[in-house]
């Protein structure tokens, strides 16, 4: 023990030291290099015990025996008795999608009729559901069984799983334990591997209002997402500088609302194409349309929605909020979020509530009004609350569950007992702090506080991502188990198609070991060591995840 | 503005000045002003003329020294001529009625098939009137930054029409060096990545591309003369190299874009990948009385080190025509240099006690001899600058530490020599790309010194270097920041003081860049016309 910790220490040392080319640390020059020998400072991944797994499944068995895989005899195919046969097309999408990651996709076949399989060459991968319903034409869901178990064995490997979702993960670790020998030969060793998440919400959001994300980018990260078995994508998809989805029941919110009505669009055949995108790879898609704040480009589509701003006695022509005191704007919400429940299968809607600003209610007289006839007196929070009880009512009658941020908990609204808060705010001891008071009063919870991925700094700062913990608060044992996971959040005021990508991964893969694996799996040396492996199969998949430190991939990404 | 780059609070940044931005923004940047770095001098108006591609020409002046078949500005004609019409796919001319419009180029100098230099003019003067345009220029050099100028003047209305305003530019650079630094030992960068790179620099009119080819982690120039630096020293010896030929495509490429290659092999420190390839190069380190097994900067002390260190040199500098080379020389530990006894003797031998500054020295003096015999000017890091006791030798120092750079470069020129400015320009230190402000508002000759000691800062440079950056995250972390400190390397900075201004003329540019298809990240929230479309 520590041994190891004395390595981690020397590790993170070494990514200062190593880093200071020109940058600025002189004094970490005389602090370490006397600790530091010539040897060590080759910060070089070393192969790890796990290989490139990421991430690192419950329970893994690997020996040394290994099997030669060759793209002319290998195939995916159903067990006999499994419940998912050939008209699963999900299974099957998946099974080709894992044959091209793992052989390529543009090597011609040469189906070799006469040559034998040799003795320690393995042909055969099955895919066993073995639940009588496998859900193959289901949503995944909060609830869904994600576990799997795989044996890598002759003459074939058994992949076993209650569920689809369980078999697409396992195909991903699958193909994570094929690797190259030194002849280019495609191997794998004998393995027994037993797994299942540690949380059953593992999260990315990305925001496409602050700036528009073309189709193809947010199906690239789902791709990625899938690589990371992270099963939830949270689409923050308006806000307050645009609103990109089409509506079909208010068409004009994003004809006036998005930065351009025809090129700068989500249309309904775009939404359904993420969604099925999506649940092809066992991903949860959750919109999050955010009221009664940041609701400035709904303002453009739809109007009376929001507050007139006064200055003095006059209206000063700028608007708030969402007007709470107005019929018309619950009826508008009615009939929207009536079509948002049919658009979008999951049974969660995101309802923000975040960040509401009262100057603007404040200087409405006609809000003041309303507020002396409730009897609110001064207190805005009670506004704010009066609005997001109707809105909860609202969204509860098209059968949804809802997840607010963090801040509608604090205000003390009126909540249902099934309803999921979001935790984005303050330092460490802070969310720790909410996370146990969230908890304690009996809801359940999601963190996102120390997975703000558009905040960047110099360094290996994942290594901060991968040591955070959602359960590292005071509480009971049942107030942990109310934390249902968490969600790594890329912001988008600085961040477009154009460095999406690279800025999320690997960092967010930190992220989705933190998630999905055992708790206990906290060593950051043998996890700098399977990730930059990772980054690399990332790469080799055409995803442009960034580096983590000086080094290389065998292939480099080779897009520009 | 201020306000708008610094305060972040809550949940997402909370302002309302954006929507200001934004408004200035839609009233579209169609006169000189749109042009980054901004033109020295001009006048625009608002009298603006159609241009159709059935009926544009490049053509040469009756009067100039190039005339059809100069391989730099054919070559330009024809890549301009794709960039000012993005969305001309069709290569047949048909008949029609649209007025032509001819930009006629006259140059000064035939210096069509040599390479540019730190003496070259890019000084020029584009005149934009009814149905032509008139660039005039003192050599090829000039007439290429002019073009660039022509292509960011001209836009499209909402039907896809292209105009161009009326124009009178007059324009040269204030500095004469205006570099961008990649490092392609820390990650290998396909030889694909650095092309790009050229091109996105020629718009920025970025002209020296300083190639930190080599350093620690490995070594991937293929030298003819010793092959087995590569080959031990590389990642990858066969797909992690850049063979003479593909040096040979960077060289060419930069010329044709106006660019100078500027190669750094750095020594003596940062040379561990070397020592693989080059037994008895490295200095071995001791521990107690003993090898340690461990080696340290190159060996000093050593007659064989500086022979090799000739031959390298020579194939170096005839492979780069620049007449510029990067010595280097800088972060020098000693730690392993005081553990070897042969190192000591040496050291004795040659009276310099236990200073090993001077042993540095000594070094650094020996590989400039070699370089200059060679006919180059080298360029050393500051570190060489400040042990060095006789510096005259010394040419042109860069200066990299932060702190108060100003005050060395006010040393520099002080001692006479001349100064490249890299301090405030490190671009791999991330954070978020509102910071693009501090690279705008650097002023490098903001010292106290005569008019000569001024004109010694020749220019600045942009410094990408690559613990964190390979071709995944290159592109965006480089652009549109670089584009900031070009404006500052180029412009007059009176007139470039002001972020306010700056700010929606560079989102204007950085919507251009992505509409070439460079993947330039936002400075801000926003949206462009055309949206990068790759992942």
Not at chain 1, 234 to 253: A, K
Not at chain 2, 107 to 112: A, E, G, P, S
Request: glycine share 6%; proline share 6%.
């Amino acid at each position: 023990m520590s041994t190891t910790l004395k390595f981690t220490a020397l590790l993170l040392a070494l990514g200062l030291c190593r880093g200071l080319r020109h940058n600025y640390i002189d004094n970490y020059i005389d602090n370490y290099i006397d600790e530091v020998t010539e040897e060590e400072a080759e910060l070089v991944a070393q192969p790890s015990k796990y290989g490139s797994l990421w991430p690192l499944p419950q329970k893994v068995q690997l020996s040394e025996v290994s099997f030669k895989l060759t793209s002319s005899s290998f195939r995916i195919v159903d067990a006999k008795d499994s419940t998912a046969g050939p008209s699963c097309s999900l299974l099957q999408d998946a099974y080709r999608r894992y044959y091209e990651y793992m052989f390529g996709i543009a090597k011609r076949q040469q189906l070799n009729k006469g040559r034998r399989t040799g003795p320690s060459e393995l042909t055969e991968l099955q895919v066993w559901i073995t639940s009588p319903d496998s859900e193959c034409d289901s949503y995944p869901s909060l609830t869904s069984d994600e576990s799997y178990e795989l044996s890598v064995n002759l003459p074939y490997a058994v992949l076993k799983a209650p569920k689809v979702w369980g078999a697409l993960h396992g195909l991903e670790t699958f193909s994570q334990l094929v690797y190259e020998d030194e002849y280019g030969a495609k191997s794998i060793n004998s393995t027994t591997i037993s797994d299942f998440p540690r949380f059953a919400h593992r999260g990315i959001l990305l925001d496409s209002s602050r700036h528009f994300l073309p189709i193809k980018v947010i199906l690239a990260n789902l791709e990625t997402m899938a690589m990371n078995k992270i099963n939830v994508f949270h689409w923050h998809i308006v806000d307050d500088q645009s609103f990109p989805y089409l509506s079909r029941t208010f068409p004009q919110l994003s004809q006036q609302g998005a930065y351009h009505p025809y090129t700068h669009v989500y249309t309904p055949a775009d939404v359904k194409m993420v969604i099925e995108f999506a649940r092809l790879r066992g991903i949860r898609v959750i919109p999050e349309f955010d009221t009664p704040g940041h609701t400035q480009s709904w303002g453009k589509g739809q109007p009376d929605l929001l507050t007139p701003c006064y200055s003095g006695a006059k209206p000063s022509g700028a608007f708030g909020p969402v007007n709470p005191i107005l019929n018309t704007t619950y009826d508008f919400m009615s009939q929207f979020f009536k079509e948002i429940s049919a658009v979008f299968p999951d049974a969660y809607v995101h309802l923000g509530g975040d960040e509401v600003d009262f100057t603007c209610w404040k200087s409405n007289p006609d809000i003041q009004k309303f507020m002396d006839q409730q009897g609110f007196g001064q207190d805005y929070s009670k506004l704010e609350s009066f609005y997001i009880q109707k809105l909860l009512d609202i969204v509860t009658a098209t059968q949804k569950g809802y997840t607010i941020w963090q801040e509608v908990f604090d205000n003390g609204v009126k909540l249902k007992p099934d309803t999921l808060i979001h935790v984005w705010k303050g330092n460490q001891q802070q969310y720790q702090n909410e996370m146990a008071k969230v908890t304690s009063s009996g809801y359940r919870t999601l963190l996102s506080t120390p997975w703000y991925l558009n905040r960047i700094s110099y360094g290996q700062d994942w290594q901060g991502h991968y040591k955070a913990d959602p359960q590292d608060f005071e509480g009971t044992e049942a107030q942990k188990k109310l934390v249902i996971g968490g969600e790594a959040c890329l912001w988008g005021e600085y961040v477009d198609a154009t460095n999406l990508t690279p800025r999320l991964w690997p960092r967010a893969s930190a992220v989705a070991e933190r998630l999905w694996s055992a708790k206990d799996v906290t060593d950051i040396n043998d996890a700098f060591n399977r990730l930059s492996v990772h980054r690399c199969r990332m790469v080799d998949r055409g995803i442009p995840a960034e580096p983590l430190f000086s080094s290389y991939c065998p292939h480099e990404y080779k897009g520009i | 503005m201020e306000v708008m780059f610094m305060v972040r609070s809550g949940r997402y940044t909370r302002l309302n000045v954006y929507l200001l931005i934004l408004s200035i923004l839609q009233v579209g940047l169609h006169t000189v002003e749109g042009v980054w770095p901004l033109p020295q001098a001009f006048t625009s108006s608002t009298e603006r003329y159609p241009l159709s591609p059935q009926a544009f020409y490049f053509g040469y002046g009756r009067q100039s020294a190039a005339q059809q078949g100069c391989s730099v500005l054919d070559a330009a004609f024809r890549r301009y001529f794709s960039l000012i019409f993005p969305d001309y796919t069709d290569g047949r001319l048909h008949f029609n009625q649209d007025k032509p419009f001819t930009v006629e180029v006259s140059i000064d100098h035939d210096d069509c098939e040599g390479y540019p230099n730190e003496d070259s003019s890019e000084r020029y003067n584009l005149g934009v009137s009814a149905g032509q345009a008139s660039l005039k220029a003192e050599t090829v050099w000039g007439a290429l930054r002019g073009l660039e100028t022509f292509s960011q003047l001209v836009y499209q209305n909402d039907f896809g029409s292209y105009f161009i305003n009326k124009t009178e530019i007059e324009d040269f650079p204030r500095f004469q060096f205006r570099g961008i630094l990649l490092d392609t030992s820390r990650h290998y960068l396909p030889v694909q990545a650095i092309l790009k790179t050229l091109d996105a620099m020629a718009y920025s009119k970025f002209n020296v591309f300083h190639w930190h080819i080599v350093d620690d982690p490995s070594f991937p120039y293929q030298s003819s003369s010793f092959p087995d630096l590569s080959s031990k020293g590389a990642f990858h010896p066969m797909t992690h190299i850049y063979t003479q030929s593909d040096v040979r495509r960077v060289i060419s490429h930069a010329r044709l874009w106006g660019i100078r290659v500027l190669p750094e092999f750095d020594s003596p420190g940062h040379t561990k990948s070397w020592g693989k390839g080059q037994p008895g190069l490295l200095t071995p380190c001791y521990k107690g009385g003993t090898p340690s097994g461990t080696f340290g900067p190159v060996n000093p002390a050593l007659r064989s080190t500086y022979q090799f260190m000739a031959r390298l040199f020579k194939e170096v500098s005839s492979v780069f025509p620049d007449s510029y080379i990067h010595l280097g020389g800088d972060e020098v530990d000693f730690t392993c240099w005081k553990s070897n006894p042969d190192v000591r003797a040496f050291m004795q031998k040659m009276g310099f006690g236990s200073d090993f500054t001077k042993l540095e020295a000594f070094y650094m003096e020996n590989i400039v001899n070699i370089t200059s015999a060679l006919n180059k000017t080298s360029i050393v890091w500051q570190d060489v600058f400040d042990y060095h006791e006789r510096r005259s030798s010394l040419s042109v120092v860069e200066v990299w530490r932060e702190g108060c750079y100003l005050c060395e470069v006010r040393r520099v020129a002080k001692a006479g020599l001349r100064v490249i400015l890299a301090s405030p320009w490190y671009l791999d230190l991330p954070g978020p790309t509102h910071n693009w402000a501090r690279y705008y508002t650097v002023w490098p000759l903001a010292f106290k010194g005569t008019e000569e000691q001024k004109k010694l800062v020749i220019g600045g440079e942009v410094c990408m270097w690559g613990e964190y950056v390979d071709a995944t995250n290159l592109s965006p972390r480089l652009w549109p920041r670089a584009s900031a400190a070009a404006e500052r390397l180029w412009s007059d900075e009176k007139q470039t003081s002001n972020v306010d201004k700056a700010f929606p003329r560079l989102q204007d540019f950085r919507c251009k860049l992505l509409r070439r298809g460079i993947r330039a990240e936002p400075l801000y929230v926003g949206h462009c016309k055309h949206e990068y479309q790759g992942v």
